[in-house]
């Protein structure tokens, strides 16, 4: 099997592109830092099939150049992203919701564009949202916005695609232990470590899920509170706020 994953040079990807090569699978990492690819190349050496594919998520052209040089991808795992939070009112500024979104939405949008076309025969394209969508956090307007909007993007791919053979899975995840959740002041309950996040991301593609949530009762504790009257979950949201 051929694999694609963005965001390989760090957290949930990086831990991705070690398990797909050590289970015998070509994989084919994407990241923006070309120093980040040769050390993930060195560190993985011996270890199978591992081809580096240097671009920016951002850059519509650049990402269109690197996909359209690939074929015959059977899995593509979309899981770079960015996250910024917003500290006070003053931080609601355009350039910062911009940034993210750039990113986290429109990465996606463009990797999305390019690799259509290199799909094999009944592909799957997995595209990594947030439980952050699943509630009104305080901070989190910008990161948690941009994975609703991703989210929604899947669901509808889910549909459109589906003519065409490929599986949209989506793939919402509660706190994991990587270098993005590194710099959180705030209790992660639950948080698992990359390889659980890898773990089961693997075993929900392999089992053809549509939807995957992981940790499992987080995932389910989390719908709990989307299932909420809004009153209900504003009140909670502020009470989080206080501490
Ligand atoms: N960790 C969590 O608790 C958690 C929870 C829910 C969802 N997620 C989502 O899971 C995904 C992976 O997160 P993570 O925790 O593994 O984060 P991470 O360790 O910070 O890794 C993010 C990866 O995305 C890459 N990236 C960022 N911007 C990029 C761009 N413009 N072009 C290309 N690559 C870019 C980074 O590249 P560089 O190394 O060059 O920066 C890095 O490889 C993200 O979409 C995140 O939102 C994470």
């Known amino acids: 099997m051929k694999?694609?994953?963005t965001g390989a040079t760090s957290g949930i990807g990086r831990q991705l592109v070690a398990d797909y090569l050590a289970a015998g699978e070509t994989v084919y990492a994407c990241g923006r830092s070309e120093a980040k690819l040769?050390?993930?190349q060195e560190e993985l050496q011996g270890q199978g099939q591992?081809?580096?594919?240097?671009?920016?998520?951002?850059?519509?052209t650049g990402t269109l150049i690197a996909?359209?040089?690939?074929?015959?991808?059977?899995?593509?795992?979309?899981?770079?992203?960015?996250?910024?939070?917003?500290?006070?009112p003053s931080d609601i500024q355009g350039p910062l919701f911009q940034r993210v979104f750039a990113a986290n939405y429109f990465g996606v949008v463009n990797c999305v564009e390019g690799i259509i076309p290199q799909l094999s025969?009944?592909?799957?394209?997995?595209?990594?949202?947030?439980?952050?969508?699943?509630?009104?956090?305080?901070?989190?307007?910008?990161?948690?916005?941009?994975k609703a909007a991703v989210h929604y993007l899947a669901n509808t791919l889910k549909v459109d695609l589906a003519p065409a053979g490929v599986q949209v899975i989506s793939v919402s995840p509660g706190f994991v232990s990587t270098p993005m959740t590194s710099k959180n002041d705030f209790a992660m309950p639950m948080q698992v470590t990359a390889a659980e996040a890898s773990n089961a991301i693997r075993s929900g593609i392999e089992k053809g899920k549509h939807q995957i949530y992981f940790?499992?009762?987080?995932?389910?504790i989390m719908r709990m509170l989307n299932a909420l009257p809004l009153g209900l979950q504003l009140y909670l949201s502020k009470r989080m706020k206080k501490g």
Do not use: K, N, W
Not at 79 to 84: D, F, H, L, T
């Open 67 to 88: 996909l359209r040089q690939l074929s015959e991808i059977d899995c593509v795992i979309l899981s770079a992203g960015v996250c910024e939070y917003i500290d006070e």
């Open 3 to 5: 694999v694609l994953i």
């Open 50 to 60: 591992l081809h580096l594919v240097p671009f920016d998520v951002t850059d519509h």
């Open 215 to 220: 940790p499992r009762l987080f995932g389910f």
């Open 121 to 146: 025969e009944g592909a799957r394209l997995v595209i990594i949202d947030s439980m952050a969508r699943l509630f009104p956090f305080t901070r989190a307007e910008a990161y948690a916005s941009s």
């Open 38 to 40: 040769q050390s993930l």
